[in-house]
Structures are given as C-alpha cells and as structure tokens.
C-alpha cells in the first residue's frame, strides 16, 4: 500500500512538473504575462503572495531540471559520513550538482554513493578520504582537490557531531516542567544560565600537539577555505563557504587563555561558539574574491546514533516543539 501511495504521488508530481515546464517555455516570456506580475509585484497586497509563488516555482524547476555535465555546479561536503551530511549531499544530488565528499573511512563513503545512486541513477558523486583530525592530511586533500576540480561552488563544512561523555536527566525534567521544549532543542539547556543536558567529551591532544576537536571544528577548516579559495573565486555564481555552527554555543565556555578547550568538558560549545566569531572575519576576508561565507546554526539534531530516548520521542518532541 505504501509502495502505491509513493508510484501516485511519484506521478502525480512529474505531471506537475511537466505543466511548470510548459508555463516556462510557452507563457513565462509573453509580454502580457510579464505585465501581470509587474502589476502583481507594484501591488502591496499582491506582492507577498506573487514573490510566494515566484520561489515555489524556482524552487520546484531547480529540482526537476537537468543540467549538462559541463554545467554542472560542484559541491564539495566535509564530514559526509553524519546523518546531517548524508541527506545534504542527498539534497544536493537530486539538484544536480557534482559532489565531492570528504570523509575518513572511504568504505562509509562509498556505500553512501551506492545507497544514494540507488535513487538518483543520474547523480555524480566522487569519494575521497581525508582525516581532519590531522592538518598536515588537510593540506594533501585540498591539494587533491585542486587537481579533481577546476572550481567549487559550495564548499559546506560540516562538522555537527558531539561526541557525548554524559547526560543530566534532570535538565530534561526541569524543560517539561517549565513547559520550554522549544527553548531546550534550540540551546541544549532549560533555561538562560543553566546547565547543558549534554556534557561533551575532551578528545584530548593529538600527535601534531593540536587539541583534536580544534582542528575537526577550527583549525582544518580554516586550512580549506584557505587553500581552496582561488576555486570558490571561478565559481558561476559567487561561490560560498557554509559552516555548521549550531544554536547551543557559549560564550561563557569558551576563553581566549584556552581557546583550543583543552581542559574542561564544554569543547564543543567552546568551538562552536570560536565558529561563530571566526566567521564574520573570514567573510570580510573573502568579499574581495567574490566569495560568500555564512553559517548555519541549528540546534539539537535527532539522528540514528542519538539516545535511544531521544529517537522514541521524536514524533511526540515535533508536535510540542
């Protein structure tokens, strides 16, 4: 039954998109239509609505339409191998761009090319392993790049996994009881000042005597828009730089006398927080190329390898959120 359900909406949505594909090409460029949506946007009441449907249609045209090899645009996606990677390089398939996936075991790569060609046989995907842990490793990879590529687009770093060492159930009491569920899947606490639910895990030093998460979350990225930007500057459109920030980072974690976190039990939000003031430095930085930099922040990501809790709840967390 399922299965039928999804060949109708399959089918009903190509005829859809076969309609906006004949309005493009036979009405989009009348002149009397032109005057229409002239008068729909210098009308105020009208102009919400028509700028509405002006995206939907983009937006439905952009997923629907192929684009030559040559044409393609190209993303690269750092930290592909998370659920949030996965359904970005996902999204980005089905709009036809060429991605390049960065992620440290190559097997987990390649089955997620499979798994993903296995919907979009069309799709371009390319596989290559890079340690992020390690900057030396970093500098190899963008030199691969490099070569691979003859300009990128979008380069997204993603770097949104926490590594948990423990959990405070009463944060999650304390967040039914004041009725803040919104407030707590946007910050990870309560209420303003109070304690994480999640403590994150201090990966430690590495051998290159870089604090480990420093250089997954700082220091590595950093080294790619760095050695990637000539890239970013031949795109099509401006190209552009996306951190993965997120929504519970904390000024009060992070401190300039540490700012790698190497002690303490906050790096995540301590980096996350050195994301949010890095940013707006490097966007400044790259204008002059033509290169865009914003970031993303979201807040809490349910995913498979979230707590068991977390996952049972989450049709019941969506109607209260």
């Not at 060429?98 to 995907?125: A, E």
């Not at 790049?145 to 959990?167: F, G, Q």
């Not at 519970?248 to 980096?271: I, K």
Request: hydrophobic content about 40%.
């Amino acid at each position: 039954m399922r299965r039928e359900f999804k060949h109708v909406r399959n089918f009903i949505s190509n005829i859809i998109n076969i309609i906006l594909l004949w309005i493009l090409q036979y009405v989009w460029t009348l002149p009397g239509f032109v005057v229409i949506l002239s008068y729909l946007y210098s009308n105020n009441t009208f102009r919400a609505t028509a700028d509405s449907v002006i995206k939907w249609f983009n937006k439905k045209l952009e997923h629907y339409v192929y684009v030559n090899g040559n044409e393609r645009r190209t993303a690269l996606v750092m930290g592909a191998d998370n659920a949030v990677g996965f359904n970005l390089v996902r999204k980005l398939v089905r709009k036809h761009y060429h991605v390049v996936i960065g992620v440290k075991s190559t097997n987990v790569g390649i089955k997620m090319k499979r798994k993903i060609l296995r919907t979009f046989p069309y799709g371009r995907i390319t596989v290559l392993s890079v340690d992020m842990d390690n900057p030396i490793n970093v500098f190899h990879f963008a030199k691969r790049i490099r070569h691979i590529l003859k300009r990128l687009d979008v380069l997204y770093l993603n770097n949104s996994v926490v590594n948990i060492e423990s959990m405070d159930w009463n944060v999650m009491y304390e967040t039914l009881r004041a009725g803040s569920i919104g407030y707590f899947f946007t910050t990870g606490k309560a209420r303003p000042g109070g304690k994480y639910m999640i403590t994150p895990a201090n990966l430690g030093v590495g051998d290159n005597g870089f604090g480990i998460e420093f250089c997954q979350q700082i220091l590595s990225p950093f080294i790619l828009i760095e050695e990637l930007k000539l890239l970013l500057t031949n795109a099509n459109l401006p190209g552009r730089v996306v951190w993965s920030g997120s929504s519970t980072c904390s000024r009060e974690a992070f401190s300039w006398n540490d700012p790698q976190h190497l002690n303490g039990h906050n790096s995540f939000y301590s980096h996350k927080w050195f994301v949010h003031l890095l940013q707006p430095a490097i966007n400044e930085h790259l204008q002059c190329l033509g290169v865009q930099s914003f970031e993303a922040c979201p807040g809490l990501i349910i995913t498979g390898t979230s707590p068991k809790f977390f996952r049972n709840m989450s049709g019941l967390i969506y109607l209260l959120g």
